[in-house]
């Protein structure tokens, strides 16, 4: 589920399985956390699903060029914005709607 809501969404993110990654598995115990999912967004951590508060703390959405499909990221508190895409140049406008 938190995967198809992070995609849904346009969030790009780092998936690491616990039970298979060990450095992973480290860090959770390191900080004392012992629950998943586990979501690290800059200094913050949100211990389990909450898509209130991962939302809330992401500040950007990935979106892809319409031209070439070049995956951007693109900051949803600037309002409307003209994006420019790096590879290609094409401009098209994003308008982040929550």
């Known amino acids: ?3 198809e809501f992070l ?3 346009q969030i790009s993110f780092v998936e690491k399985d616990v039970s298979v990654d060990d450095q992973a598995q480290a860090e959770l115990l ?3 956390i ?3 999912p586990t979501f690290f967004i800059g200094d913050d951590v949100v211990i389990g699903f909450d898509q209130r508060r ?3 703390l992401v500040d950007h959405r990935v979106v892809e060029c319409e031209n070439c499909h070049t995956r951007l990221r693109v900051p949803i508190d600037k309002g409307s914005l003209k994006v ?3 590879k290609c140049n094409n401009q098209f406008d994003f308008d982040y709607k929550p």
């Open 1 to 3: 589920m938190a995967k």
């Open 7 to 9: 995609a849904r969404n």
């Open 30 to 32: 390191k900080r004392n």
């Open 34 to 36: 012992r629950g998943v």
């Open 54 to 56: 991962i939302l809330e």
């Open 84 to 86: 420019t895409c790096p």
